[in-house]
């Protein structure tokens, strides 16, 4: 029997167990990665070539990864096959844009001398990931650093062990057609094994999860000075101007509030709508979330699965309690269902207020809190009036306002007229305890790379 129990959110039922990774293991595993560094001494265009397989071997197991990620986690299976397939996109997009991100830069060149600067690799980059998008969010982290030439060594959530023994297995199968076994290994395990990875002798953390993670993970690294990459939770705001295309707003904002039953790091948590949009604005918001429907993962017709775990539901409920004590109140939806299972009804709330956590706290459930606004300026002011940071949206026809106020929103990425995560090229990281440091675009690559000034005097 295994220390690491997987419990199925739909039935509430153990799904797996697995043996957490030893002390031991942690410890042998990243002398192996410090020690062997053929992968580094490839060129990225090598490194392209292998890399470009993976997509590949994915695509082959889109299936096996959906159906487990719908009995592990809840996910309905359309949005697993979804998730995989943006995955496969992100690292052929990687592969695409890496190589010219991370080629040598002349910084000047005179007659008298020559300033290059030279993106080497780190070393070995411990990378620990978080059980919401337990595919795409991991291969987004772990395919950077290894492109750039570095071993990773990698620890799933715990909560989504067997999505990450797949990946793994992927991972070996690709070893077996010319990636170094050094350059990429796995563990199994909690926040203990993730601490334990934090504190060796590795060069650098990335981190996807929660903002107490994040902060616990610089305080376990800070003795060996690691490098980090914080990519944190969020407290993502619309504002709905006075001038917005309400249906097609309110369609894609319940899309986002409500996506993997509201587990999204980049969802719409609060919405600011102006006060003479507002009754039509909820009116849509409720009839979109009517449309959708609750149920079995493993149901092709199913749009929202269980909550992923336990602990997640309890939060949104109590959030939505705290919320209904203190004057708000529900639309539709925001309520437990069925017998069995982590199931809630997606929700669309009103008469919320910034005393309330539903309104300040990252939620992470599949509820839209909407607040009536009357003057832009105070739309910003409650926009930023959050310790989070990480996305937000303007909804908007006017194109030159909408770029005016996402100017003035503290975020790392704002969309005008949609909402949603940064491609590959643009930067995505959060501002304030949203994270620290950045991924995707070329600032993003180029942080795990070392970056050495090569200076030649010409005689
Ligand atoms: P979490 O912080 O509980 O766990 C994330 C990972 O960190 C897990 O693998 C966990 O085992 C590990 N961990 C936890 N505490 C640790 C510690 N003290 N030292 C080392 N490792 C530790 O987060 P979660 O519940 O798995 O994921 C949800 C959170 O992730 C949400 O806040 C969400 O917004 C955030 N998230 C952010 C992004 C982004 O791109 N910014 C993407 C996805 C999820």
């Known amino acids: 029997m295994g220390n690491v129990i997987s419990i199925n959110p739909a039935t509430e039922e153990v799904y797996g167990e697995l043996d ?31 890399i470009k397989i993976l997509a590949e071997l994915l695509d082959l197991k889109k299936e096996e990864l959906a159906r487990i990620m719908a009995l592990e986690i809840g996910k ?21 844009f890496v190589p010219e991100f991370i080629e040598d830069e002349i910084l000047f060149d005179s007659q008298i001398e020559r300033n290059i600067a030279v993106f080497e690799q780190i070393g070995c980059v411990g990378i620990i990931s978080p059980w919401n998008a337990p595919v795409f969010v991991s291969l987004a982290m772990i395919i950077p650093p290894l492109l750039c030439g570095n071993n990773v060594i990698w620890k799933p959530s715990e909560y989504a062990s067997f999505t990450g023994l797949c990946i793994n297995n992927l991972f070996d199968n690709l070893k077996k057609l010319g990636l170094p076994w050094s350059s990429f290994q796995s563990l199994i395990g909690g926040k203990d094994v993730g601490r334990k990875l934090a504190e060796s002798d590795i060069n650098m953390v990335a981190l996807t999860g929660s903002i107490k993670a994040g902060k616990d993970v610089i305080k376990t690294g800070a003795e060996k000075l690691h490098r980090f990459i914080l990519e944190l939770g969020g407290k993502d705001c619309a504002i709905i101007l006075k001038d917005a295309y309400v249906d097609g707003a309110a369609r894609d904002i319940v899309k986002s509030s409500t996506m993997y039953t509201g587990q999204v790091c980049f969802g719409v948590e609060r919405v600011y709508c102006h006060a003479l949009l507002y009754e039509r604005f909820i009116e849509k918001c409720v009839e979109e979330t009517k449309k959708l429907k609750v149920g079995d993962p493993l149901d092709e017709e199913t749009d929202i699965g269980p909550f992923s775990v336990k602990f997640q539901m309890d939060k949104v409920f109590s959030h939505i309690n705290d919320a209904i004590s203190k004057g708000a109140k529900l639309l539709i939806g925001g309520r437990r269902i069925y017998d069995k299972g982590y199931f809630m009804a997606p929700g669309v709330m009103v008469n919320v207020n910034h005393g309330m956590k539903i309104m300040k706290e990252e939620t992470f459930g599949p509820i839209t809190p909407i607040m009536k606004f009357y003057d832009i300026e105070d739309a910003i002011k409650l926009a930023n009036d959050s310790d989070y940071g990480l996305t937000a949206s303007v909804w908007t026809r006017d194109l030159i306002i909408g770029e005016e106020v996402a100017r003035k929103i503290e975020a790392g990425t704002v969309g005008i007229n949609r909402h949603g995560m940064s491609k590959v090229g643009c930067p995505w990281g959060g501002y304030k305890q949203s994270g620290i440091g950045r991924i995707y675009s070329k600032e993003g690559i180029r942080e795990f790379c070392n970056v050495k000034h090569v200076w030649v005097v010409k005689n």
């Open 76 to 96: 309905p299976l359309k949005a697993g096959r979804h998730e995989v397939e943006i995955a496969k996109k992100r690292i052929l997009d990687y592969c695409n």
């Open 20 to 50: 957490e990774s030893s002390d031991s293991e942690i410890l042998e595993k990243v002398k192996y990665a410090t020690e062997n560094k053929e992968w580094g001494k490839k060129s990225v265009f090598e490194r392209v070539e292998i």
